[in-house]
């Protein structure tokens, strides 16, 4: 672990920096997915923030703790295409220049999105550790500040707001589920859940097709691994041989992590855009698959973390139109 270990306090300051910037996500009840589910279950619809998901909380505690001359220099970060969505937002915000490097694993639909972003995109490698290695790149040559995706402290604190506006809305809650990657989210969930209420039961969901924090809790150190296509492409991506936080911190806080099929992610995906109206990325649908396919023995109050809507609408047809042909299943019910 680093010098310093996060504490709620932390979390509380983070939420108190980056509330001008990221407003309170919606917290909703979904009464088909609590009949499914045989518990009381809520969506916290991260989805709805304004980079469209949850990494925008710690993309604006970090960058919000930029020093002036580092703002000046310009940052630069890796990104599956969410974190680099949420920093291109919080750089145009603040007026800062960004660089986001992507491998070219990253789907179109996200691609598109970020050049038309304000910030400068380079494709760059074949995974994630490719597109993280070209930052660093940029930052010995260019001087830029690396905003690191996942293992940083404020990043951490940023994504931990989540855990305390759960509290603000759902005191009784003892289950909260959302997808795992490189951690971050979890991390912070676990500072702001566990050190306020130790029992409640924290779970991270993530692709069969490339995990890389599952793979490394297997081993009992950060490895690294092949990434394959997925619905659920957010959750791609390494840990980082040289870890310093998050890796330890899921050892601690998560307890149960389990991995998704391409069918469960599906499954939630339909699931929301047939009950809540609502389109979201497969890495978003992972708690919701998880429960539809009763991966997860729920306890009786369930916050699921809604991490994110961004995903080509090539891939909603096709969903679409599998579901249709379906004989039964979640949307015929």
């Not at 260019?142 to 506006?165: N, R």
């Not at 950060?222 to 296509?229: D, H, K, R, S, Y």
């Not at 699921?304 to 299943?329: A, C, F, P, R, Y």
Request: proline share 3%.
């Amino acid at each position: 672990m680093a010098d310093k270990e996060l504490s709620l306090k932390d979390i509380w300051l983070a939420k108190k920096l980056i509330s001008p910037y990221v407003p309170k996500s919606p917290l909703i009840y979904s009464p088909a997915l609590s009949e499914a589910a045989g518990a009381s279950v809520h969506l916290k619809l991260e989805n709805m923030n304004p980079s469209g998901s949850f990494k925008i909380r710690g993309a604006a505690n970090r960058i919000l703790s930029l020093s002036e001359k580092e703002r000046e220099r310009g940052i630069t970060t890796f990104s599956t295409g969410n974190f680099g969505l949420s920093v291109a937002y919080m750089a145009k915000k603040l007026g800062i220049k960004a660089v986001i490097c992507i491998s070219k694993r990253v789907p179109n639909g996200k691609v598109e999105a970020l050049q038309t972003s304000g910030a400068t995109v380079e494709i760059y490698g074949e995974s994630q550790d490719d597109a993280e290695a070209r930052s660093y790149e940029l930052e010995r040559e260019e001087g830029f500040t690396v905003i690191h995706p996942f293992d940083d402290s404020h990043i951490i604190a940023g994504q931990g707001t989540i855990g305390l506006e759960l509290f603000e809305d759902l005191p009784e809650v003892n289950t909260v589920l959302g997808g795992l990657s490189g951690g971050g989210l979890h991390s912070g969930l676990g500072v702001a859940l566990k050190e306020t209420n130790p029992r409640i039961w924290l779970v991270g969901l993530s692709t069969a097709n490339g995990a890389a924090m599952y793979a490394s809790l297997q081993a009992g150190k950060p490895v690294e691994i092949e990434e394959n296509n997925t619905l659920a492409d957010s959750l791609l991506g390494g840990i980082g041989l040289h870890n310093q936080y998050t890796f330890q911190m899921v050892q601690k806080y998560v307890d149960e992590l389990l991995l998704m099929n391409e069918q469960e992610f599906a499954d939630g995906m339909t699931f929301m855009l047939d009950q809540h109206k609502m389109i979201i990325e497969g890495a978003a649908a992972s708690g919701i698959g998880a429960l539809l396919h009763q991966k997860v023995k729920p306890g009786s109050q369930v916050a699921v973390i809604v991490t994110g809507s961004s995903v080509d609408t090539t891939v909603i047809q096709k969903l679409m139109k599998q579901s249709e042909n379906m004989q039964g299943g979640f949307l015929h019910e």
